[in-house]
T-cell receptor
């Protein structure tokens, strides 16, 4: 089955700096890669996703890149703000269940 | 759009009792809903996949007689934790996948239910 690894597990950045979280996957059949933001005590919220026919997708300060050959994808947050502090999860799917990464706790220091 | 609700948001129950958690898709129809369990500072663990009108598919190691799932309509799935014990205390989260959109992989998550068994 699919195996998704996520790094780093914790990340602290100064407000205004960029944050990058990386995930790798093992199953070449995976073709959908969402990113979720989870605040304490709440459910995950979809923030951006990418499909395997696209190499990059951007939505304001958030971008995701995908390298199918290397089987890795990354979340990029620019101009970070304190409200970006949360746990971020990547996931991979081939159309069925999602396989989640272990999560990255992002802290943006004001 | 794509709002999923859960009820209750938190519940405390005594050991041996049963608890029902509801998951509703508010503004879309969901043929498939998923139930996850999350321990503190850990990732989401898929418990079961629920398809409307059919029996749920449980992941390995999840007791189907303990975690009863019913998906009676395109907007409602329920998880019942039967004969709850303290080790069942956890954060339970549902998600829903929209119906009728080809290649629609997106899962939208509910806000979660914190279950504490005393």
């Amino acid at each position: 089955g699919e195996n998704v690894e996520q790094h780093p597990s914790t990340l602290s950045v100064q407000e205004g700096d960029s944050a990058v979280i990386k995930c790798t996957y093992s199953d070449s059949a995976s073709n959908y890669f969402p990113w979720y933001k989870q605040e304490l005590g709440k459910g995950p919220q979809l923030i951006i996703d990418i499909r395997s026919n696209v190499g990059e997708k951007k939505d304001q300060r958030i971008a995701v890149t995908l390298n199918k050959t290397a089987k890795h994808f990354s979340l990029h947050i620019t101009e970070t703000q304190p409200e970006d502090s949360a746990v971020y999860f990547c996931a991979a799917s081939g159309g069925g269940q999602f396989y989640f990464g272990t999560g990255t706790s992002l802290t943006v220091i004001p | 759009g794509a709002v999923v609700s859960q009820h209750p948001s938190w519940v405390i129950c005594k050991s041996g009792t049963s608890v029902k958690i509801e998951c509703r898709s508010l503004d879309f129809q969901a043929t498939t809903m998923f139930w996850y369990r999350q321990f503190p500072k850990q990732s989401l663990m898929l418990m079961a996949t629920s398809n409307e009108g059919s029996k749920a598919t449980y992941e390995q190691g999840v007791e189907k007689d303990k975690f009863l799932i019913n998906h009676a309509s395109l907007t409602l799935s329920t998880l019942t934790v039967t004969s709850a014990h303290p080790e069942d205390s956890s954060f339970y989260i549902c998600s829903a996948r929209a119906t009728g959109r080809a290649g629609a992989y997106e899962q939208y998550f509910g806000p979660g239910t914190r279950l504490t068994v005393t």
